[in-house]
């Protein structure tokens, strides 16, 4: 089935730690995307990127990190940078003017 | 920078009841909306997109519609079930970004 996957659906991180969240999509979107959802919030954006090798910060892409080797795969790093990391985070692909597609969810938890 | 606002945050009202949901945008130069379903947990689930140049978009018991040029949309949900509980989000792109509302959280009382 097409879809984008992301994993793992938990992730604990203890201080200090870097920490990687993967995202899988095998729809050929050109276009993914990181968001951060907090209690209460709406989706703030990471990071995204239009096409392979390229991306761009979002709103909130301090302590955060990325890359684009592949058009399918877009894989988030958080950082020890990020003082705050526990949220749930999404990750979403679009074809142009078109759908964009959610994956599950990974949950970060510091520890 | 495109704004999007949700009201109500939150909605409950007893099962079979029509309902509207608004998101409002600040920038009109926008190509389509999309509203999305959200479960607690869960990632987001795509319900209807409504393209610029359309007045409305339906799908079963949901009515999506949206007015460009007042900024608005609405979400109508017909004859609401228990299962429509969840949180309706709206999303918006505008240039290479999305810019999501903060959602009106829904509950339906059997």
């Known amino acids: 089935d097409g879809g984008i996957t992301q994993s793992p659906k938990y992730l604990f991180r203890k201080e200090g730690q870097n920490v990687t969240l993967s995202c899988e999509q095998n729809l050929n979107h050109d276009a993914m995307y990181w968001y951060r959802q907090d209690p209460g919030q709406g989706l703030r954006l990471i990071y995204y990127s239009q096409i392979v090798n390229d991306f761009q910060k979002g709103d909130i892409a301090e302590g955060y990190s990325v890359s684009r080797e592949k058009k399918e795969s877009f894989p988030l790093t958080v950082t020890s940078a990020q003082k705050n990391p526990t949220a749930f985070y999404l990750c979403a692909s679009r074809r142009d003017q078109f759908w964009a597609f959610f994956g599950q969810g990974t949950r970060l938890t510091v520890v | 920078k495109q704004e999007v606002t949700q009201i109500p945050a939150a909605l409950s009202v007893p099962e079979g009841e029509n309902l509207v949901l608004n998101c409002s945008f600040t920038?009109?130069?926008?190509?389509?909306l999309q509203w999305f379903r959200q479960d607690p947990g869960k990632g987001l689930t795509s319900l209807l997109l409504?393209?610029?140049?359309?007045r409305e978009q339906t799908s079963g018991r949901l009515n999506a519609s949206l007015d460009k040029s007042s900024g608005r949309s609405t979400l109508y949900i017909a004859a609401s079930q228990p299962g429509d509980s969840a949180t309706y989000l709206c999303?918006?792109?505008?240039?290479?970004?999305?810019?999501f509302g903060t959602g009106t959280s829904l509950t339906v009382i059997p």
């Open positions: 920038d009109s130069a926008i190509y389509n």
């Open positions: 999303a918006v792109p505008t240039g290479n970004q999305f810019y």
């Open positions: 409504i393209q610029s140049s359309q």
